[in-house]
């Protein structure tokens, strides 16, 4: 079985830009996690969505905003890009919306210029 | 603000050995603490968790001590090998938050041949 997928692995913006990051949850998984991950530091809480509702959000600024589709991929898109937002953004799928295992993918690697 | 604070930040042990790694936290209302292991370029994977009401939890090589009173927790890796070698993160999540993990900053660990 495929594990959590996310696109792209790698990729290089410029201050202000927009990014889009893409996530597939393992299948049967209806809950997807967005984390931040800077280098030397551990995983900090981006968003939550299970069933496609909003379950629960970090500290993180309006410039950061995210979706799940009905068949349960999501999406993290990351507005007016700034040199701090450079970091591995992780999504983690799990079975239900409860803190259940997470099923981390790679990641992507985010570098802002 | 750390929520989970883990020493030590790297940790280097002869094969065989045991390889100690701590954690604490400040807020009671944690009721899940699992340990990740992450290797480079990968997402980080669950080893093993305990919720408070237990005070041990082995599987395997691997145990988490739990110690509520003094509110830390430290994961044991009896008779490490080098394919241990890896960055261990401890966490912490409150039930009813969901996927909402507080993440320590990490220990390198290198287990030398």
């Known amino acids: 079985d495929a594990g959590v997928t996310q696109s792209p692995t790698h990729l290089i913006k410029t201050r202000g830009q927009h990014v889009t990051l893409r996530c597939s949850p393992i299948?049967?998984?209806?809950?997807v996690s967005w984390y931040q991950q800077v280098l030397g530091q551990g995983p900090q809480f981006i968003f939550q969505?299970?069933?496609?509702?909003?379950?629960g959000r970090g500290n993180f600024p309006d410039r950061f905003s995210a979706r799940q589709f009905p068949n349960y991929s999501s999406e993290l898109n990351v507005n007016a890009l700034l040199l701090g937002d450079s970091a591995l953004y992780l999504c983690?799928?799990?079975?239900?919306?409860?803190?259940?295992?997470?099923?981390f993918g790679s990641g992507t690697q985010l570098s802002v210029l | 603000q750390q929520q989970v604070k883990q020493s030590p930040q790297s940790l280097i042990v002869q094969k065989g050995g045991i390889s100690i790694i701590n954690c604490a936290y400040e807020?009671?209302?944690?009721?899940?603490f699992p340990w990740y292991q992450q290797f480079p370029g990968k997402g980080p994977a669950l080893l093993i968790a305990?919720?408070?009401?237990?005070s041990e939890k082995k599987e395997g090589r691997f145990t988490i001590s739990f110690n509520k009173s003094a509110k830390q927790f430290s994961l044991h890796i009896m008779d490490s090998q080098p394919g241990d070698s890896a960055t261990y993160f401890c966490?912490?999540?409150?039930?009813?938050?969901?996927?909402?993990?507080?993440f320590g900053t990490g220990t390198s660990l290198t287990v030398i041949p």
């Open positions: 969505y299970y069933e496609k509702e909003e379950r």
């Open positions: 983690a799928s799990s079975l239900q919306g409860g803190p259940k295992k997470l099923f």
């Open positions: 807020n009671t209302a944690f009721d899940y």
């Open positions: 966490a912490a999540s409150m039930l009813d938050t969901g996927n909402q993990f507080y």
């Open positions: 305990i919720r408070p009401d237990v």
């Open positions: 299948s049967g998984h209806k809950s």
